[in-house]
């Protein structure tokens, strides 16, 4: 995001439009903040999709289930639970995140009317 | 999400970080700091570079504390692991990494206590209460720390749109001044 005035106009600018800008340009950061940590939730969701069938495939009675840095012998049952839990948490946690990325997208959607409406071309508010 | 950025403008400054102040009219701006176009100029890319040098030192300080927190959850889950064992009577049977690429099968028998690393090569031993306490409380610490640093960068970024937007008008500001003067240059010469 850039705030450039090529057109050398002189551009009144209030305490209330640099306001706008702030937000604006925090919402932005947020933004590509959730859309990494989105990213790391699908794959999560996937290495748990994977790791449920590959449970279901084997026909050993013990797993070895990684807790904290050491591989511990757990019964397969105890596994599955666990996997399911850990997978229920992060599908929350991936609403919640898409959820917050669309309200910042439609709070950005009306900066970014209200900065146009304004400044027009003296503002460029798009990624490049 | 975040607080009303109207209290921002009463505040001049932040754990150190000085607030850039905000122009209201850009003239008015030049003659109060008896700077010249590119006097002012300078000076407000000195700022941003100051400011730059800032988020790079919370932008770590960030990360470091980013990879701390798993950790510390990832020792609670152990903790509570051993919890749930120790009702069964079973020892917990674990494989773990003595060296890169190398395991060795461990037997941990039900017990009390736990030992913590507490860094500088300092290990104590500890109830399992109290290790789960002693944990529970480093997790909170650090997500207060990263909370109030998540707030300092979002204070810091303000700063520097604001600087970047002054230098814009500054700039702008010059070069319509500029303008004006050719114009009545012309005028008079005509």
């Not at chain 2, 950025?5 to 905000?22: C, D, K, L």
Request: proline content about 1%; charged content about 30%.
């Amino acid at each position: 995001m850039q705030q450039s005035g090529a057109s050398g106009s002189e551009m009144e600018v209030t305490w209330e439009d640099q306001q706008n800008i702030n937000k604006f340009g925090r919402l932005n950061n947020r933004l590509h903040e959730l859309e990494d940590e989105i990213k790391i939730a699908k794959e999560s969701n996937e290495n748990f999709e994977d790791a449920s069938n590959e449970l279901i495939l084997t026909d050993e009675e013990m797993v070895r289930f990684q807790i904290g840095e050491v591989f511990a012998h757990v019964p397969k049952d105890e596994v599955e639970n666990r996997i399911e839990q850990m997978k229920e948490v992060t599908e929350k946690n991936l609403e919640k995140l898409i959820e917050e990325k669309e309200s910042i997208l439609s709070q950005m959607a009306e900066l970014k009317k209200i900065l146009y409406g304004k400044f027009k071309d003296s503002i460029n508010l798009e990624e490049d | 999400m975040e607080t009303s950025a109207s209290t921002s403008a009463s505040v001049s400054e932040r754990r150190g970080i000085p607030a850039a102040a905000f122009v209201e009219d850009v003239q008015i701006y030049l003659s109060q700091t008896g700077l010249d176009v590119n006097s002012a100029l300078a000076f407000l890319q000195e700022r941003l570079q100051q400011y730059r040098v800032v988020e790079m030192k919370l932008l770590a300080q960030q990360r470091d504390l980013q990879a701390k927190i798993p950790d510390i959850e990832k020792c609670l889950d152990v903790v509570a692991t051993l919890q749930a064992k120790k009702g069964t009577g079973e020892a917990l049977i674990a494989d773990f990494e003595i060296s890169e690429g190398i395991y060795s099968r461990a037997r941990i028998e039900d017990t009390d206590s736990v030992c913590l690393w507490l860094g500088a090569n300092v290990m104590l031993e500890y109830s399992r209460e109290e290790a789960t306490a002693l944990l529970q409380k480093n997790l909170e610490n650090a997500k207060a720390s990263l909370e109030v640093l998540v707030a300092d960068l979002q204070f810091l970024r303000d700063q520097v749109t604001i600087t970047q937007v002054t230098i814009a008008r500054v700039y702008n500001w010059d070069v319509h001044q500029r303008r004006l003067q050719q114009a009545v240059a012309t005028a008079s010469d005509s």
